[in-house]
């Protein structure tokens, strides 16, 4: 782990010093990880809008490449704070840093509030106010998150969406009317989760009596940690063994997705690109993010918490789905583009704005 771990500073050393030496001032770009899918796929969708990237690091470590003049000013336009629910504890020393060495900052399509299992529900993030009145843009990903900042006093705070719905698609391939075909995503709890094993067994017989009803389930993994979950849920459910899919590109995920009919997913960035394919999903909320992104595009309806599991409940969610169907479908890919378009929109302001030329397609 230390020698991995050596060979990656030196890696971002030689990195930053190419950049220096070779090219313009780059925008730097702050996300929740890699491991995860959502979070891989969302630094592609930033990449599409902006270009080239560069990964910032820890607070620490861009005090140190800022001592070599490998961070700050000399070397970036400004920094992207991602896409993903990254204004909380997470990201707030780095941010604080990145201020300090007066770079100018701009949230896109990020979330407020707790980040997931590893927070607390309650995640405080009063002190966040002091950062973001500094910030340039403060673009976020839905309703809640706006009146969260809001209420702490942060100015000027807009909605722009999801960063992942920068992958929303024109025209999804239309449904066959005998495609009986679900998408399946869970979550193992672990951490702050307020849902237990228990949950997961219910959710496991709601797809066992879809799977009896014809349905034919596709389980799609979101994280390494998924795939064992899914097998379990599948065995527990006596649900037909076929691949656990961990898709690796953007095109491979919404290929999965676009001949279902509905996606059922725990994970937020799940739902998040299941409307990017044009497929409804049901939103099996965990967090108050998932509330954020549901408000976000007109789908309270179709969230149900996690927190008081309703098999019955979710059951006629899928229903809903199906009784609405095409114009569900219109719907959500109507919300979907839109939103694509905002997102490219506010780009182009925030390339105006920080004197970056624009990505060459």
Request: charged residues 20%; contains cysteine.
């Amino acid at each position: 782990m230390a020698h991995n771990s050596i060979l990656s500073r030196l890696r971002t050393v030689l990195n930053r010093i190419s950049y220096r030496v070779f090219s313009a001032k780059k925008l730097g770009y702050i996300s929740g990880g890699h491991q995860n899918v959502g979070d891989k796929f969302l630094y592609q969708a930033a990449e599409r809008l902006f270009g080239h990237l560069v990964p910032m690091t820890s607070a620490g470590e861009e005090k140190k490449l800022k001592v070599l003049c490998l961070s700050g000013p000399k070397l970036f336009q400004g920094v992207l704070l991602g896409g993903g629910t990254l204004i909380n504890s997470y990201m707030y020393e780095l941010c604080s840093v990145l201020l300090s060495m007066n770079l100018p900052m701009v949230t896109l399509g990020t979330g407020a509030g707790s980040g997931g299992h590893d927070q607390p529900v309650d995640e405080d993030i009063s002190g966040w106010k002091p950062l973001l009145n500094r910030f340039r843009f403060m673009g976020v990903r839905g309703p809640l998150s706006q009146r969260r900042l809001e209420s702490l006093g942060v100015r000027n705070v807009e909605v722009v969406g999801d960063l992942g719905l920068v992958f929303a698609v024109d025209t999804p391939s239309r449904i066959k009317t005998t495609s009986r075909l679900f998408a399946i995503n869970v979550l193992p709890p672990h951490g702050f989760a307020s849902y237990d094993q228990h949950t997961l067994n219910q959710i496991a017989e709601v797809c066992s009596h879809l799977v009896q009803q014809g349905w034919n389930a596709i389980p799609i993994a979101h994280h390494p940690l998924d795939v064992s979950t899914l097998k379990a849920m599948m065995d527990r459910g006596s649900l037909p063994r076929g691949p656990i899919h961990l898709p690796s590109t953007i095109s491979e995920l919404l290929s999965l997705l676009s001949p279902c009919q509905v996606m059922l997913s725990m994970r937020l960035h799940g739902s998040v690109f299941a409307c990017c394919a044009g497929v409804p999903p049901v939103l099996l909320g965990y967090s108050d993010k998932c509330v954020d992104f549901a408000e976000s595009m007109g789908l309270l309806d179709f969230h149900h918490s996690v927190n008081s599991f309703d098999s019955d409940a979710v059951l006629g969610l899928v229903e809903k789905v199906i009784h609405e169907g095409e114009d569900l479908r219109h719907t959500i890919r109507q919300r979907a583009t839109a939103y694509r378009e905002r997102l490219i929109d506010y780009t182009e302001r925030v390339q105006i704005a920080l004197n970056v030329p624009r990505r060459k397609d």
